[in-house]
């Protein structure tokens, strides 16, 4: 398991890009559309690591009920079945396992119940 990016929930995506490019030297690594609203990862040139900017707006019917006020780990494991299950006998709150956006994967929540999502590859 390794961690893949770090999603942060932002009200203004435009300006928070803007904010890690021009502050920090970070460039846009890639983007994609969930309905209505764009995802846009940013990071460093020489780096795997990415922050996934993610409109509030977007999760706004939250059906988890996930603290949205703290930023979401995302980690990608060879085995995601695997993976998943034995978190679940482990006692860990696990979705089932789905394509998002073209990636499987499955999200799990700490016992604060800040989010985060388990992906392939």
């Avoid at 795997?48 to 930023?71: C, H, I, K």
Wanted: hydrophobic fraction near 40%.
């Amino acid at each position: 398991m390794k961690i893949g990016y770090v999603v942060l929930y932002v009200t203004d995506p435009a300006a928070s890009l803007r904010f890690w490019a021009e502050k920090f030297g970070m460039v846009e690594k890639g983007s994609k559309q969930a309905g209505p609203f764009s995802i846009v990862r940013v990071g460093f040139t020489d780096q795997e690591f990415s922050f996934e900017l993610v409109p509030l707006e977007l999760m706004q019917n939250n059906p988890d009920g996930l603290n949205l006020g703290t930023p979401s780990i995302a980690f990608h494991v060879s085995h995601l079945q695997d993976t998943r299950q034995g978190l679940v006998e482990k006692g860990v709150n696990c979705t089932e396992i789905a394509d998002h956006g073209g990636v499987n994967s499955f999200a799990f929540s700490d016992n604060e119940n800040r989010y985060f999502a388990v992906l392939q590859g």
